[in-house]
């Protein structure tokens, strides 16, 4: 069929200059009349809205679903009960984005009750050292912690427990008590550069300190039963 290009001037330039469906739509929310401040406000109010073809959703006042992104974001085996900031960068790694997602992220966590619980159970002297531990070689940093008490068996009722914190390699021994002299006479192979234990009064005591202090030991101090 051959092609025919004796269009009138006058019918491609109305084609050309065709109203837009979406005219109507402009002029009544945009009326040539409104103020600048009108105008600004249209667009402000436009980012609680979303089109979804054909239907436009509006955030809702209860923000249920935003609770319930929080909540599998931050509560859930997923989340971690992490902080505000790495709850709101998880929510956007899955794909959601609300205007106030960092606050709403902050008021979140600032109310979920075991986060509570644990923040006003742990004080800044109960935290594991916030310094890294840059020794490197076998041997140089050992965790140590007693277990027990046991039932008592040939007089031993406790069990003394040192970790290589390099190699994982264990130590165990037996021992009647767990007082500090069980402990400054643990030592198997040679003079470590770091200990970490808990408060315990059989680390943490005048005697062990100044052994400590003596050979150039750091004593790093962890939460209990964290060596």
């Known amino acids: 069929m051959p092609i025919?290009?004796?269009?009138?001037?006058e019918q491609l330039l109305r084609m050309d200059t065709s109203t837009p469906w979406f005219a109507d739509i402009c002029n009544f929310i945009f009326p040539p009349e409104a103020?600048?401040?009108?105008?600004e406000k249209i667009k402000s109010d436009a980012k609680y809205y979303i089109w979804d073809?054909?239907?436009?959703?509006?955030?809702?006042?209860?923000?249920?679903?935003?609770?319930?992104?929080?909540?599998?974001s931050h509560?859930?085996?997923?989340?971690?009960?992490?902080g505000s900031t790495r709850t709101a960068r998880k929510v956007l790694d899955c794909g959601f984005y609300w205007p106030t997602i960092f606050r709403d992220a902050h008021h979140f966590v600032s109310t979920c009750e075991q986060c509570q619980r644990a923040g006003t159970a742990m004080s800044r002297q109960h935290e594991m050292p916030q310094q890294p531990i840059l020794f490197c070689e076998v041997f140089d940093v050992w965790g140590i912690d007693f277990?027990?008490?046991?039932?008592?068996?040939?007089g031993y009722s406790y069990i003394l427990l040192a970790v290589d914190?390099?190699?994982?390699?264990?130590?165990?021994v037996a021992t009647k008590t767990n007082d500090s002299k069980i402990v400054m006479n643990f030592l198997k192979f040679g003079v470590p550069k770091a200990l970490i234990s808990d408060q315990g009064s059989h680390f943490c005591n005048q005697?062990?300190?100044?052994?400590?202090?003596?050979?150039?030991?750091?004593h790093r101090i962890a939460t209990a039963y964290h060596p």
Do not use: Q
């Open 35 to 39: 103020s600048r401040l009108y105008k």
């Open 4 to 9: 025919r290009d004796d269009f009138p001037d």
């Open 165 to 172: 914190y390099m190699s994982r390699w264990v130590e165990a």
């Open 53 to 72: 073809d054909p239907y436009v959703w509006k955030c809702g006042s209860d923000h249920i679903i935003r609770s319930s992104v929080l909540y599998f």
């Open 207 to 218: 005697a062990m300190s100044s052994l400590l202090e003596k050979y150039g030991v750091a």
């Open 75 to 82: 509560a859930t085996a997923g989340g971690g009960h992490h």
């Open 147 to 154: 277990m027990g008490l046991f039932p008592i068996s040939n």
